[in-house]
């Protein structure tokens, strides 16, 4: 079975390209896994991270993806370990209604949360729009790639001057 995008980006980030997977079989509703986490080491040291798949619905965010990264929230509060977190998302995948928003509320809070208690580090990888550039923005370190879009609201073709 050929490796996801986000599983290639974990296997990069941890020593070795080993890493301990946390809810592998965790998915959308469609049946679809928009993010990878796991945990192992990083420079000797042991480290939480998630990596969002775009090749799944775009990495749209789904209840099941907030409930995934809250875990490696939770884990790394518990721990004391950093967490990194690969952003390669178009945005929220809406038919999940209310429920999709009122997880990523949730995933707002542990992120908040464990600000300043634990190293957070963010890799903007590619697409990290709306509540995703809010939650990457509080790390302690954001490195983007060439690439990457990173916004909160879609920047706009239009040019508003005031007199």
Known sequence: MEKSIS????????????????DAFAKSTDGDAEVDAGFGLIGGNTA???????????????????AKIKKVYELAEKTGCPVVGIYDSNGVKLTEGFEVLNAYGELVKAS????????????IAGACVGTSALIANMADVVIALENADFYITA????TVSLP
Request: proline fraction near 6%.
């Open 7 to 22: 599983q290639m980006r974990l296997q990069k980030l941890f020593d070795g390209g080993e890493f301990t997977p946390i």
């Open 48 to 66: 939480y991270a998630f990596a969002q798949n775009s090749e799944e619905n775009s990495g749209a965010i789904t209840v099941a993806q907030c």
């Open 112 to 123: 908040a949360r464990i600000s300043g208690v634990v190293p957070q580090i963010s890799i």
């Open 155 to 158: 920047p706009s073709e239009q």
